[in-house]
């Protein structure tokens, strides 16, 4: 799991918890149905408005990697790319064909595939930066997903209060009512201004960082296979896509040499 962003939600929680504490305040009196149905629904259904059913759903779907550590490692990938270039300098391209099976991820076994085939290293370039533009594009439109979410939330909010301060004038002739309405309809402005700052932008953001890694990761698999079929050294290779790396990955990797 990522401690960061379960360590952000739970700090994040236990922090408004206890502060609503400290001030005589219980976790009861912010509990409110009603606001949650307005706001929560109000939201949805602005955002159903805006996407696509599709993208809203994948959206959620991906909401797993934010709270799941990162599984693939760039130095792994590698040494698995300077593995290939080995092989090819050895036995040539066509010889890595017996390595598509093995490969997992589609850009790099699209982009070698294109290489075992012959294709000249411009060509095999424009083709796959059209590849990755399309993924990326697509990839993009998850966290609009849950930045639009975080817009219309506290506005959602702002109505629910208002909805419930109109109810609240009905009662005017018992003022006992009249403080525990105003107090409930402020809820839903709690609601929405909260799950927008501590939940969707925040997810959003979080999402913006795994698409850039992503991105930035089958950057290095075709500038990898692109160099492995201009017949670059291994070496040589290594120290290139060695560039693509974080400062923190870069100072493991000495560390582990």
């Known amino acids: 799991m990522d401690k960061a962003s379960i360590g952000g939600v739970i700090l994040a929680l236990a922090g408004i918890l206890a502060g609503l504490m400290i001030e005589g305040g219980n976790v009861g009196q912010i509990l409110q149905p009603t606001a949650a149905l307005i706001v929560f629904g109000g939201t949805m259904g602005a955002v159903l408005l805006q996407f696509p059913l599709t993208t809203v759903v994948a959206a959620f779907r991906s909401l797993g990697r934010i709270f799941a550590a990162p599984r693939k490692r760039n130095d792994q990938l590698i040494q698995l790319l300077v593995v290939f270039a080995n092989k090819a300098r050895r036995q040539g391209v066509v010889s890595l064909d017996s390595d598509l099976k093995s490969i997992q991820d589609p850009f790099l076994k699209q982009a070698l595939m294109l290489a075992v085939d012959g294709t000249e290293p411009a060509d095999l370039r424009k083709i796959m930066l059209v590849s990755l533009d399309s993924i990326t594009e697509e990839e993009e439109r998850l966290p609009a997903v849950f930045e639009s979410a975080g817009g219309f939330s506290p506005t959602i909010g702002i109505l629910g209060a208002v909805l419930g301060l109109i109810q609240v004038m009905h009662h005017l002739d018992n003022m006992v ?7 409930v309809a402020f809820v839903a402005t709690i609601y929405g201004v909260g799950i927008a700052n501590l939940f969707f932008l925040p997810f959003a953001g979080k999402m913006h960082l795994h698409i850039h890694a ?42 582990a040499a």
């Open 177 to 183: 009512e009249v403080g525990r309405g105003i107090a």
């Open 214 to 255: 992503g991105h930035r990761r089958r950057e290095m698999m075709l500038e990898g296979v692109i160099s492995i079929l201009e017949g670059m050294n291994p070496r040589m290779l290594e120290i290139k896509l060695n560039g693509f790396l974080d400062a923190a990955s870069r100072q493991q990797k000495e560390e």
